[in-house]
């Protein structure tokens, strides 16, 4: 049962346009939701998160949206850089699993020059 | 600061054969994960540490061991190699706070042949 859900396997924008990157999640115990970015041959890293008591947070040119009753977030990133072409897990954790982070299977970004 | 270091970054098993993956964090994290990521799909949990001697299964924890004797160190171990544990590994800490992003290593690409 896949709790985290990124239905879009690969999204492909221009440089300069915004990207949206969308995740759904179906455990309602989820209150931290984090989106990692993932080059090849390398590890995850760290992008930006939100937290279940908010419904936006902001970080440079990207900014994640979290609507809780539809168990839905997104990722926008503006202007899209061709160096944000990776690939964008969604991952999400509830407090009373040891922190454990349970993840989507990714979105491939490609920002074409 | 080196963050989380896995070794070997790449290696090639036969069918039965035995080896441990290593990982080591500097950052003084309590929590040590080890996840797989299969191709197109996400990171799925195999075994987490939440300090020194402690250890538990995450979803995926059939054929393989850990031990964490040390708060740096957090060994995966394969025993009986079989072609289904042909993955990319990634070794991950974190602070224990709900809002600590993991931080990730960059992977040991494992195929058994």
């Known amino acids: 049962d896949q709790q985290v859900k990124q239905n879009s396997p690969s999204l492909s924008v221009q440089e300069g346009r915004i990207s949206i990157l969308n995740c759904d999640y179906t455990?309602?115990?989820?209150?931290?939701f984090l989106w990692y970015k993932k080059y090849p041959a390398e590890g995850p890293t760290f992008l930006i998160s939100?937290?279940?008591?908010?419904d936006k947070n902001e970080d440079g040119r990207f900014t994640v949206f979290l609507n809780k009753s539809a168990k839905h977030l997104s990722l926008h990133i503006v202007p899209s850089q061709p160096g944000d072409s990776a690939v964008y897990f969604c991952?999400?954790?509830?407090?009373?699993?040891?922190?454990?982070?349970?993840f989507g299977k990714g979105t491939l970004l490609t920002v074409n020059p | 600061n080196a963050g989380v270091t896995q070794t070997p970054k790449f290696r090639i098993l036969k069918i039965g054969q035995s080896m441990t993956l290593q990982c080591t964090q500097d950052?003084?994290?309590?929590?040590m994960y080890w996840y797989r990521q299969d191709p197109g799909m996400g990171l799925k949990l195999i075994y987490y540490?939440?300090?020194?001697?402690?250890?538990d299964k995450g979803e995926v924890p059939n054929g393989y061991n850990v031990s964490r004797s040390t708060t740096e160190d957090f060994p995966l171990r394969l025993e009986l190699a079989a072609p289904s544990q042909t993955s990319v590994y990634f070794c991950?800490?974190?602070?224990?706070?709900?809002?600590?992003?993991?931080?990730f290593g960059n992977g040991t690409r494992l195929t058994v042949t």
């Open positions: 540490s939440v300090g020194a001697g402690i250890t």
């Open positions: 991952a999400a954790r509830s407090g009373g699993s040891n922190y454990k982070l349970t």
């Open positions: 939100i937290s279940s008591i908010k």
């Open positions: 950052m003084n994290h309590n929590y």
């Open positions: 991950a800490s974190s602070y224990m706070e709900l809002e600590a992003p993991l931080h």
């Open positions: 455990n309602s115990m989820f209150d931290y």
